[in-house]
């Protein structure tokens, strides 16, 4: 069965780090786009990053910019997403999704419509 399962939420403190993993089961990530999205208590879900399979070209919106990265491991088929400098705004849940090719954005920033295999989120929670 094609899906994707995160997993690297927890409980931080403000200013701190994680690193989410993104696991692809039966497909491969490197012919893919797999980006990043999340979504707060009773707010729109925010698309946040994306890497393209093509040439890995990479996006990021405003609101994570300069603190996360997003990477591949080819040989194990997954993606990560580290973040750092960890702000109680990016409470949220975390999901990854994929689609072929390259990275469907707006601005930089991923559309949720665009990729049609999602995972079933990661709960991240910033908070002293």
């Known amino acids: 069965q094609v899906q994707l399962v995160e997993s690297g939420g927890g409980l931080v403190q403000p200013g701190g780090s994680l690193r989410l993993s993104c696991a692809a089961s039966e497909f491969t990530v490197d012919e893919y786009a797999v980006a990043w999205f999340r979504q707060a208590p009773g707010k729109e879900r925010e698309g946040i990053s994306c890497r393209s399979s093509t040439d890995g070209s990479t996006y990021y919106a405003s609101s994570v910019k300069g603190r996360f990265t997003i990477s591949r491991d080819n040989a194990k088929s997954t993606v990560y997403m580290e973040m750092n400098s960890l702000k109680p705004e990016d409470t949220a849940v975390y999901y990854c999704?994929?689609?072929?090719?390259?990275?469907?954005?707006?601005?930089?920033?991923?559309?949720?419509?665009?990729?049609?295999?999602w995972g079933q989120g990661t709960q991240v929670t910033v908070s002293s």
């Open positions: 999704a994929a689609r072929l090719g390259r990275c469907a954005n707006i601005g930089g920033v991923p559309i949720g419509v665009a990729y049609n295999i």
